[in-house]
């Protein structure tokens, strides 16, 4: 077929989509029953009501240890007129669920007998009927309803089936998902070697992770090898999937407008293209169509995408295929920290960190990527920007959907500020320790770091801010942006700053000066770290005007993030520290040794958080692996320093 480009010209609201998908298959059945036993159907769904055949218990029995009794043949007694009772006649021994003996409806508490032979026994108090006694169906009657049609088996469902003697169960049949990796630029990490992987390659994971979301949204599937971008093969394998009895049918890729994304056409040939676009980031590029009266969706090759087109339509569609709800996310009022700007027209999907800092619960963006899968990794929870929406104001309340329960929220220690590969580290061993705190570090530089405390949005900051005229570090930016906030500074370590090349110098880069050279592309630190304000400061040393250096304006915001342009030439050298050029295996010219510092507000200072922070940074442990990164000097890490 001779490749052409799709064009979203009707492209679709959520909402719309949505009801679109919904409508064109509500003629489907629920799926046909199969029988499983009870152990084995946590998760499945009934497709029929459940009723007991055993009452539970099935006997009177005695829910104390003691003596069993005739309740009425203990009124009377009292300290004053105790009571003997024969053993084998008016009373009988008994541990907890035991069946009761004939004639008794009481069991009196073995602590409350006061005295007591093999033949006789002495109470000093009467019993009434019932005490002490689980009566025969207290908990289940043979023939009441355990469980209705459509109700999700949970673990504690087992106990009562089992109790009330059920074995085996009729649940739906699991829906059967096929799903069929496109691209002819993917590697299969099963099949290939990784070593092996060439430039505009990719390691396939999209179908791994749609797959084990089937699986969780309770379905099974099966996963097909990867087939390039051929229109032919993959129609093929679409219309065998079809045949093959699949409930539903996947392609993973080739669903946007590129000359080689065939998903529509196939879709088209082989049946109807329902929708094809939804106003939605990401996942725009969506594709729902029918074949055979089946859903067939177009997922996005994106991860993000792919993950954000299957939360919305295909496990939802799976739900109603086995007559069970949506899951629904729990939703708490956050604040974001700065102002969001959206796209008019997309309801946007935002991935952000979230902190409880005081008494509100603070939201900070992550990168919009919709390739970027370490949003979802990272995220804590999703701000939904509705599409007629062009952002969200700063400090302006808004409901975010949770993907960690709340209680973690409340014991996440955000650091915002300058990156530093030790705040991985700390984020390890506080995760380690047992004391239930993560870490959540975003990387905004050294001033976006202070700027972050001035405004109440964190727990600390990291900083290196040079001041150039004495050489200290922190102390008089402190003075003149926090002059109004009491703050601890808390040493974390020395850092070896330099500039970060390829393995080998291929280019005989010899130091700062050599930026101006005009086969040197630099990559750069975004405006406010406290790199960037080191490399304006070693330029104007130099009288080298920025604007010389190509890349200058080109930037980004963590050392690992300079290295890795280095890595892939798409830049020649950047600024940063000996850890995260070691790390990639680089080359490093030393440039400085500098301070970077904890910026802590005293109003956190001795809270438990801060307080456990300071004792995993205090801990030779952790002094141990800082110095394994390579770069880093530790004698006075953990350090209190005098604050300005």
């Not at 569609?317 to 969001?340: D, N, S, W, Y």
């Not at 405004?455 to 290196?464: D, L, N």
């Not at 700062?512 to 070693?538: E, H, P, W, Y």
Request: with cysteine; glycine share 10%; charged share 20%.
């Amino acid at each position: 077929m001779t490749p052409d480009r799709n064009v979203y010209l009707k492209m679709k609201t959520l909402d719309e989509a949505r009801n679109i998908l919904f409508e064109s298959f509500s003629h489907l059945p629920q799926l046909p029953p199969e029988s499983v036993a009870v152990p084995d159907a946590v998760g499945r769904v009934f497709s029929q009501a459940v009723y007991a055949v055993l009452s539970s218990p099935a006997f009177h029995a005695a829910a104390m240890d003691g003596i069993a009794v005739k309740a009425e043949n203990t009124f009377g007694a009292s300290e004053a007129n105790p009571m003997t009772l024969e053993m084998g006649t008016d009373a009988f021994f008994v541990n907890t669920g035991h069946v009761l003996p004939e004639g008794t409806n009481a069991v009196i508490m073995i602590e409350q007998i006061h005295s007591t032979s093999e033949t006789r026994t002495t109470i000093e108090a009467p019993a009434f009927p019932w005490q002490h006694v689980r009566r025969m169906g207290e908990d289940i009657v043979a023939t009441q309803l355990l469980f209705p049609q459509n109700h999700v088996v949970t673990p504690y469902s087992v106990g009562a089936l089992l109790s009330g003697g059920i074995f085996q169960v009729p649940v739906r049949r699991k829906p059967k998902v096929l799903i069929i990796p496109t691209g002819s630029e993917l590697l299969d990490w099963q099949h290939q070697r990784i070593d092996a992987l060439q430039p505009g390659q990719v390691v396939e994971s999209n179908s791994h992770v749609l797959g084990k979301l089937v699986e969780d949204w309770g379905g099974e599937y099966v996963r097909h090898d990867i087939i390039r971008d051929n229109f032919d093969q993959i129609r093929q394998i679409v219309q065998k999937g079809d045949i093959d009895g699949f409930d539903i049918i996947l392609t993973v890729g080739g669903s946007s407008a590129g000359s080689e994304d065939f998903s529509r056409k196939v879709i088209q040939d082989l049946g109807t293209v329902l929708v094809h676009g939804v106003t939605m980031m990401p996942g725009k590029p969506v594709i729902i169509g029918k074949i055979t009266e089946k859903p067939v969706f177009g997922v996005p090759g994106y991860p993000v995408s792919a993950i954000v087109a299957f939360e919305q339509f295909v496990g939802p569609l799976i739900c109603r295929l086995l007559g069970k709800p949506e899951p629904v996310r729990q939703q708490i009022a956050v604040t974001p920290v700065k102002k969001i700007p959206s796209k008019l027209g997309l309801e946007e999907f935002l991935r952000v960190k979230l902190g409880a800092i005081g008494d509100r619960v603070v939201a900070i963006p992550l990168p919009r990527g919709a390739g970027c899968i370490t949003t979802l990794t990272q995220a804590d929870g999703i701000i939904r920007i509705p599409h007629p929406v062009e952002g969200i104001k700063e400090h302006e309340p808004v409901m975010a959907e949770l993907l960690r329960p709340i209680e973690s929220i409340h014991r996440t220690l955000v650091i915002v500020g300058s990156h530093d590969n030790t705040l991985d580290v700390l984020a390890d061993m506080l995760a380690a320790g047992g004391s239930g705190l993560t870490l959540s570090s975003s990387h905004v530089g050294s001033m976006g770091g202070l700027t972050a405390i001035r405004k109440g949005v964190c727990h600390a900051a990291g900083s290196h801010l040079l001041d150039t005229s004495d050489g200290s570090y922190n102390e008089s930016y402190i003075r003149k942006y926090l002059s109004q906030i009491p703050v601890k500074r808390v040493h974390l370590v020395f850092r070896d700053q330099g500039l970060i090349i390829p393995k080998g110098n291929p280019k005989h880069i010899t130091g700062i000066a050599d930026l101006v050279r005009q086969d040197i592309r630099l990559i750069n630190r975004q405006a406010g770290s406290g790199t960037r304000i080191l490399l304006d400061f070693k330029l104007s040393q130099l009288g080298i005007d920025p604007a010389r250096i190509a890349g200058y304006d080109q930037d980004e915001f963590t050392h690992m993030a300079v290295a890795v342009a280095v890595l892939g030439a798409s830049a020649d050298v950047g600024l940063g520290i000996f850890a995260a050029a070691k790390a990639l295996d680089l080359g490093f010219i030393p440039v400085v040794t500098e301070q970077y510092d904890l910026i802590i507000p005293g109003v956190h200072f001795e809270s438990e958080i801060i307080q456990t922070l300071l004792s995993v940074i205090r801990s030779p442990e952790f002094k141990a692996r800082v110095n394994e990164l390579g770069g880093y000097h530790t004698e006075r890490t953990g350090e209190i320093l005098e604050t300005p």
